[in-house]
C-alpha cells in the first residue's frame, strides 16, 4: 500500500499500487452516465503534447533570452496534455529529494520528487516536446544541447528551496533549466514563487501558475520560495553531455 500525495480533488488518496505500466491514472474520476470506463492516459500520444515552440517564441523572446538569460512561455499544452500531467503529477510515489553530495536538508530544499523515465506516460511525452525545445535552442542559439532530464517535484506545505544555481560548484553540464507548472488558480497568497535574478542583476518573482514554463540559464542564481499550498512542477534540464544511464533515488 502505497501512501500517495495527490494535487487533484482527492488528497490522501490510497491505492494498491501506484502508476505503472498495468495502471495508468484515470484523466477522469468517474464513469460517465452511459457506465462507459473513462478514457485513462493509454489513449494519449505524442502529438497530444505536440507544441510549435517556433510560434510559441517570438524573435524578441530569444533576444530577451540572450541578453537576460530567462524567458516565460504560458499556455503551453492544450488542456488534454496539462490535465494528464497533472492527473500523472498526483499518483507518483515521491522520495525526498537529496542534495549533491546524497544528503537531505529539508530547510535547504523540501521537494519530493520523481525522475521521468520512459515508464511514465505524460511525463515521457512532455519530455520529448522539452527535446523538440532543446533542438530549436539548438538551431538558433548554437545551445549545443544534447540531452533532456526532468523530474517530477512535490513541495510540502512550509518548504521551498533555497538560494542555488543548477549546476553544482566546478560543473557545467546543465546549460538550460525549464520549470513547468501543475497548480490550478494559484495566487500571490500561496507563496512559493520562483524568484531568479537574470544576468543584469535583476530580481524577478514568477508564479507557478498552470501550464506555465519558466526557463532561464542554468548558471541564473535561484530560489523557491516557502509555499503554503502543495505545489507540484517538473524541473527539466537540458545537458550539453550525450544520455547518461538514469539513475533512480534510493528506497
Ligand atoms: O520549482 C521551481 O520553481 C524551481 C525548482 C528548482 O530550482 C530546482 O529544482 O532546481
Ligand atoms: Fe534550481
Excluded at 151 to 156: K, L
Excluded at 236 to 242: C, I, L, Q
Aim: glycine share 6%; charged share 20%; aromatic share 12%.
Amino acid at each position: 500500500m502505497t501512501q500517495i500525495i495527490s494535487n487533484l480533488n482527492v488528497t490522501e488518496l490510497v491505492v494498491d499500487h501506484p502508476i505503472g505500466q498495468d495502471n495508468p491514472p484515470s484523466l477522469f474520476a468517474n464513469r460517465d452516465n452511459a457506465g462507459q470506463k473513462p478514457p485513462t492516459q493509454r489513449v494519449l500520444q505524442l502529438s497530444d503534447f505536440e507544441v510549435n515552440w517556433q510560434d510559441k517564441l517570438t524573435d524578441t523572446q530569444l533576444d530577451k533570452f540572450v541578453s537576460d538569460g530567462w524567458l516565460i512561455i504560458d499556455d503551453v499544452f492544450e488542456p488534454k496534455a496539462l490535465m494528464a500531467l497533472q492527473a500523472e503529477s498526483g499518483f507518483i510515489d515521491y522520495r525526498d529529494a537529496a542534495l549533491t553530495a546524497g544528503v537531505r536538508i529539508s530547510d535547504i530544499r523540501g521537494d519530493k520528487i520523481r525522475w521521468i523515465t520512459e515508464n511514465f506516460f505524460a511525463g515521457y511525452y512532455y519530455l520529448q516536446s522539452i527535446n523538440a525545445l532543446a533542438a530549436l535552442f539548438n538551431r538558433s542559439l548554437f545551445a549545443g544541447i544534447r540531452h533532456s532530464e526532468a523530474h517530477y517535484a512535490c513541495y510540502p506545505v512550509g518548504f521551498g528551496y533555497q538560494w542555488h544555481s543548477d549546476n553544482p560548484a566546478g560543473r557545467d553540464e546543465r546549460v538550460i533549466s525549464a520549470v513547468f507548472y501543475l497548480n490550478d488558480e494559484w495566487t500571490l497568497n500561496d507563496g512559493g514563487a520562483l524568484e531568479i535574478v537574470d544576468k543584469q542583476g535583476v530580481h524577478h518573482n514568477v508564479m507557478p501558475a498552470a501550464n506555465r514554463l519558466v526557463i532561464f540559464d542554468s548558471d541564473l542564481p535561484h530560489q523557491v520560495q516557502i509555499a503554503h499550498r502543495q505545489r507540484y512542477s517538473i524541473a527539466t534540464w537540458m545537458r550539453r553531455d550525450g544520455l547518461v544511464p538514469f539513475v533512480e533515488e534510493g528506497p
